[in-house]
């Protein structure tokens, strides 16, 4: 039972343009998101996160957008450069305000931004 | 070091050995988890360690894996009679309090 899921396993944008990435989840009980970014052959690399209390949280071109009632969020870069090209990773967690906090992910989209 | 420096970053085995990854966790940083990625596939937690608590081992797939940590050092997990199904990277992150995981590069694991 997949209770983090990308559907979109690629998205190929243009430069300059933006990127949408999308995530749904199944558990309500998540209240904390986050979205990680892989290049190949390295750690992910944590990038935002939001926190069920807020709709929206920004940091320079990223931006990540929570809908609680459709249990969706997705995050937004614009403008898209060549280098945001890497696997995408949406994760949550349903104990932000505890010490345990694993987190489930998703299978991840496969950005290439074309210059 | 500054980050989680996992070893080896490779490691081909044969089916039905054993095999031994190391994780070192960012100084400081009291939990340590570790995940693995099979292909095409998330990453799914394994276990999870915070201090001198009992570790949370409800992610472990099966008896032939086992995971230990003195303290906030140095953490080993062991896959005993590998399976070709192991084969997978192993991540090991580790995090200094509520939030902020730090990952390591991963050891890729193929059982052949």
């Known amino acids: 039972d997949q209770q983090v899921k990308q559907n979109s396993p690629s998205l190929s944008v243009q430069e300059g343009r933006i990127s949408i990435l999308n995530c749904d989840y199944t558990?309500?009980?998540?209240?904390?998101f986050l979205w990680y970014k892989k290049y190949p052959a390295e750690g992910p690399t944590f990038l935002i996160s939001?926190?069920?209390?807020?709709d929206k949280n920004e940091d320079g071109r990223f931006t990540v957008f929570l809908n609680k009632s459709a249990k969706h969020l997705s995050l937004h870069i614009v403008p898209s450069q060549p280098g945001d090209s890497a696997v995408y990773f949406c994760a949550a967690s349903a104990n932000s305000g505890g010490s345990n906090y694993k987190l489930t992910f998703g299978k991840g989209t496969l950005l290439t931004v074309n210059p | 070091g500054a980050g989680v420096s996992q070893s080896p970053s490779n490691k081909v085995t044969e089916k039905g050995k054993d095999v031994e990854l190391r994780c070192d966790p960012i100084?400081?940083?009291?939990?340590l988890y570790w995940y693995r990625q099979r292909l095409g596939q998330g990453l799914e937690f394994l276990i999870y360690f915070q201090g001198n608590s009992a570790p949370d081992k409800s992610g472990l797939p099966s008896d032939r894996f086992s995971a230990e940590r003195t303290g906030e050092s140095v953490s080993t997990l062991t896959i005993q009679r590998t399976q070709q199904e192991d084969s997978a990277v192993y991540l090991c992150?580790?995090?200094?309090?509520?939030?902020?995981?730090?990952f390591g590069s991963g050891t890729r694991l193929t059982v052949v």
């Open positions: 992150a580790s995090k200094p309090g509520r939030y902020g995981y730090t």
């Open positions: 939001i926190s069920s209390i807020k």
């Open positions: 558990n309500s009980m998540f209240d904390y």
């Open positions: 100084s400081g940083h009291t939990a």
